[in-house]
Every structure is written in C-alpha cells, then in structure tokens.
C-alpha cells in the first residue's frame, strides 16, 4: 500500500514532442505528490508539486493531472529539449508533505530527447 | 543559494567496517532525511530525523544503522558493520517544516563496500 507505481521506464521523445510519464498510488492517506528530477551524479531535485484540491498544476512547459478517483497522476513536458534529458521521479507523502514522513518514490523514468 | 552539503563524495570501505557519512542541512530546516539509492534503481527512505530524534524510519534502517546531530550543524548516518548489499548512493536531505513539503537534497555519497 505504501507502494507508488511508476511508468514507462524509459522514454526516447523527440525535440519539441510532449513527454508524459505516469504514476499511480493506493494509499488513500497520501495527499502531496511531488515530481523530483535527477541529473547523473546529483541528487534529486523538486520539479514540481501538486495536492489533490486541484486536478492540474502547471508551472512553464511542465504540467502535473492528478485523478484522485483514479488515484493516479502524471507529468507532462511541453516541448520537451535536450536539457529535460534526466531520471524522472514520482513521489507522495500522507499530511500534505509537512510532517516527518519521508516520501515514497516511484522506480523513475529515464528520459531521453532527441535532438 | 542555500544548499545541502555532504562529504564523503565516495567512500570506498571493507566489509564489516564501519562507515560514517555526514551532511550539512539548510541551516534553517527542521527536518533532515536519509535516503538510499542503489544504483540505477528507485530512491528509498531510510529516517526522517526531528526535534533531535528519528522520527520514522523505514524497515532498511535496521540496527546497523544510526543517526546522529552532533552540533547544530552536522547530521550523520553510521553504518556499523557494513555488507556488500549497502553499496548505494546515499542521499541526506532537509526540510524547512512550513510551506511546501519541499525537500532539498545533497548530491550524495556514493558507498562502495568490497
């Protein structure tokens, strides 16, 4: 139940083409779904959040749907570029991402854009 | 901007030695993290560390595992007697506590065990 289900693995898009990638969760006690993207040899960092009082966040070309009935949500690049070429994860925490629980990521996404 | 440092970058160690890793939060987070990541595969939650005591912990943190605040500074994470299965990415985070539930990670230290 704590497990959050992530996919595809791997993604090849090209330059300028939308990438989406997707997750779902069971535990009905999570309500903060943040996206985390990693570089080779750096740590995760925060892309973008969204809680479950709204359906769609969008924050430049990166977009989070979020389907509470669903349980599921999933990200998308606009115009996806080189640079978004990274390790995608998916994450959620129960208490609206502000107590001591740690966040239970997805398996991640390898994303590659072709020039 | 701030940042989360940690040190070792990588740490080579024997079998059943014990390894110290150590991380510098955001000095104004509450909040301090360690997460494991093997290689290629997904980020794990080890502790999440408050009010200088853990306050989660998953069932990896088992008990050849600790962690510490020495000062106001520090946070680190022992590993007593290490196996060939705690090779992995070891990352230290932080959290302010209020606003978001961003958590901000070091660039981690990579924990070879021969």
């Known amino acids: 139940q704590q497990q959050v289900k992530q996919s595809p693995q791997s993604l090849i898009v090209q330059k300028g083409g939308i990438s989406i990638i997707n997750c779902a969760y069971e535990?009905?006690?999570?309500?903060?779904f943040p996206w985390y993207q990693q570089f080779p040899g750096k740590g995760p960092a925060l892309l973008i959040a969204?809680?479950?009082?709204?359906s769609e966040k969008k924050e430049g070309r990166f977009t989070i749907s979020f389907n509470k009935s669903a349980k599921q949500f999933s990200l998308h690049i606009m115009d996806s570029q080189p640079g978004d070429s990274a390790t995608y994860f998916c994450?959620?925490?129960?208490?609206?991402?502000?107590?001591?629980?740690?966040?239970?990521f997805g398996k991640g996404t390898h994303l590659i854009i072709q020039p | 901007e701030p940042e989360v440092t940690q040190t070792p970058s990588h740490q080579v160690t024997q079998m059943g030695q014990e390894v110290i890793l150590r991380c510098v939060p955001i000095?104004?987070?509450?909040?301090f993290y360690w997460y494991r990541q093997i290689l290629g595969q997904k980020v794990e939650f080890l502790v999440s560390f408050y009010n200088n005591e853990i306050s989660e912990k998953s069932e990896i943190f088992d008990d050849q595992f600790s962690v510490e605040r020495p000062d106001g500074s520090n946070f680190t994470l022992k590993i007593r007697s290490t196996k060939l299965e705690d090779s992995a990415m070891y990352f230290c985070?932080?959290?302010?506590?209020?606003?978001?539930?961003?958590?901000?990670f070091g660039e981690g230290s990579r924990l070879t065990v021969l």
């Open positions: 969204i809680r479950p009082d709204v």
């Open positions: 994450a959620a925490s129960p208490h609206s991402g502000g107590g001591a629980d740690g966040l239970t």
């Open positions: 535990n009905t006690a999570f309500d903060y």
């Open positions: 000095s104004n987070h509450l909040y």
């Open positions: 985070a932080s959290r302010q506590g209020t606003g978001t539930g961003e958590l901000f």
